[in-house]
């Protein structure tokens, strides 16, 4: 498929703050520090456009990046960088706010059409 523009749309931490638009959403979910941010940028083949740290924790709400193909089939999508779950460096109670704003992203996008779940292979 070949990818003719990719950049950030927004940063969500309500519902209410999802984009509207009906357009097709594939979203990543995984451990803190797995690698969700860095899988799609070597999706999209960039290097910046989602931020990455070695801090876990880093990814802190619902990120929404806008994708526009080439192929008739699926011209535009969004590729959605959820928060990861278990150790971050943050808050108690930022922490204790993501589940819940993932489930509810997992739980009633109507236009969510896969969800990749990014496992450490090292078992670590």
């Known amino acids: 498929m070949k990818i003719l523009t990719a950049e950030f ?59 526009a193909t080439a192929d008739p089939r699926l011209k535009n999508f969004y590729l959605v960088d959820l928060p990861g779950y278990g150790y971050a460096k943050a808050s108690k109670s930022v922490i204790a706010e993501w589940g819940p704003m993932i489930e509810q992203y997992l739980t009633a996008r109507p236009d969510l059409r896969a969800v990749f779940l990014l496992v450490d292979a090292r078992g670590t």
Do not use: M
Not at 9 to 14: G, I, N, P
Not at 56 to 61: D, L, Y
């Open 9 to 67: 749309l927004r940063s969500c931490v309500k519902p209410e703050d999802f984009p509207k638009d009906r357009t097709p959403e594939i979203a990543f979910v995984g451990r803190s520090n797995v690698g969700k941010s860095s899988l799609i940028n070597s999706l999209l083949n960039r290097k910046k456009l989602v931020k990455v740290s070695r801090t876990p924790g880093k990814t802190r709400a619902v990120n929404f990046f806008h994708v």
